[in-house]
C-alpha cells in the first residue's frame, strides 16, 4: 500500500514514515502543501495522511471539489 504524508514539522514525518515503513507501507513524505497537491496529481496513492494546519496551506483543498473557494 501506498501513502503520501504531508506535515511541515520534519520530526513528524521522520517518526510516521519509520513507523508506517516498518509497517510495510510505502510512504512518500512532502513537507509542504503545494507539493503535496502536486505528488497527488501525479502518482496514484492508496491513502494520504495530512497535516491540515501548515503555515502556508491548508489540506481542507483536498476533499473540496475543484474551484470551491474558502472564505
Do not use: C, N, Q
Not at 515503513?21 to 513524505?29: I, L, N
Not at 496514484?44 to 473557494?69: A, E, H, K, Q, V
Request: without cysteine; hydrophobic residues 50%.
Amino acid at each position: 500500500m501506498k501513502l503520501l504524508l504531508a506535515d511541515d514539522e520534519p520530526d513528524m514525518i521522520r517518526a510516521l514514515s519509520a513507523i508506517l515503513t516498518h509497517e510495510g507501507y510505502k510512504v512518500d513524505a512532502v513537507y509542504d502543501g503545494a507539493e503535496a497537491l502536486e505528488k497527488a496529481a501525479a502518482v496514484s496513492y492508496d491513502g494520504l495522511i495530512l497535516d491540515i494546519m501548515m503555515p502556508s496551506w491548508m489540506g481542507l483543498p483536498f476533499f473540496l471539489p475543484s474551484g470551491t473557494r474558502i472564505s
